[in-house]
């Protein structure tokens, strides 16, 4: 039998009941996921032409003839990848936008590696429209040739996030043999999923944030007012994209942001609500410990100016155990849940 979207909404829709309620967590199996609509669609991006290449004949195919390729000519590039979910009870005021991290893609806020929902489906359990992309130059945004995306590529190791996003101990932490990997006491990393989280890791550039920036404009003016919620790498693009455009953002949500906006502009932001979250380990790891003190001066700069910024070091909240990727961590839900009991004291629900 073949089903179309329209069928399958129906079905789910059918199949659904009562959605969770602001905040609710549960450790049981969560109830189906009700969907009205969903799709995706590419923005953003320019055309460039390349001129002056040699004229090549390749073999695109095993035994195949081959094909004459010109490189010469004009290309499309630097476009995002955007997918876009609508529930049936909608009841976030506004839509959340979710911008991963670094080296990462849109998968990060999906299923997560040992095979539990995500706060894709957490959020549109709890009744918010979700919009979820690849930026530029991630997953199915695409790539460019050298000539586009100037520098190399920045590739990890299976070890690197391990060791990086305060999984394990620090450097030397790692070991081929998962018996003697060294995991942080107490981590809620799901450590059988971790090579399952390593094989969502793409390569990723150093020099095309100002591409990057322009996607995200883009969306934001063409589906806000809404809610950003980004992580890690994501952190300058949010805060910057609020400060050029705050009258588009309703509410910030800062996971772990590993940069932060235009410093000297933070009262651009003083209007707009913004949740810092923070997980464990970070006293110990000085890369993160920096970054934490950088977020909380421009925290502290916002508040400052008149604005509205609240900070959860989740340890000091008495929980504990997570890592960067704390979207993936086995308490996940938890944490979507109080991200939602907040954007819901800012009266963005309905």
Known sequence: MIFDKKSICAA??????????????????????AIKDFGSFHIGG?????????VKEVALTPHGAPAVIDPNGRYQVEQMYVQHFTPADERGRVPLLMWHGGGLTGVTWETTPDGRPGWLQD?????????????????????????????????????????????????????????????HAGSLFPMKGYENFTRQVVPRWTTTDEAI??????????VCPCVLVFHSQGGQFGFKV???????IK?????????VGYLGQEAKLKNIPVLMVFGDYIEVDPRWKRMRETAGRFGDAISAAGGNVDIYDLP???????????????????????????LATKQLKR
Do not use: C
């Open 123 to 183: 959020f549109l359990r709890r009744g918010w429209k979700v919009y979820n992309s690849d930026a530029v130059e991630r997953g199915r945004s695409g790539w460019a040739s050298p000539d586009i995306f100037k520098g190399d590529p920045v590739f990890l190791t299976v070890a690197n996030p391990f060791e990086r996003f305060r999984i394990g101990e620090g450097p030397g932490a790692w070991n081929d043999d998962p018996s003697k990997r060294r995991v």
């Open 12 to 33: 789910l829709i059918a199949a659904s009941v009562p959605l969770f309620s602001t905040g609710e967590l549960s450790a049981q199996e969560p109830p189906p996921l």
């Open 242 to 248: 609020a400060q050029e455009k705050p009258d588009k």
């Open 316 to 342: 000091k909240r008495g929980i504990s155990g997570n890592s960067h990727m704390m979207m993936m961590d086995s308490n996940s839900s938890q944490i979507s849940g109080m991200v939602d009991a907040w």
């Open 251 to 259: 509410a910030l949500v800062a996971v772990e942001p590993a940069s």
């Open 46 to 54: 320019r055309v460039v032409e390349i001129a002056g290449k040699p």
């Open 213 to 222: 920036l322009n996607a995200y404009r883009e969306l934001v003016d063409k």
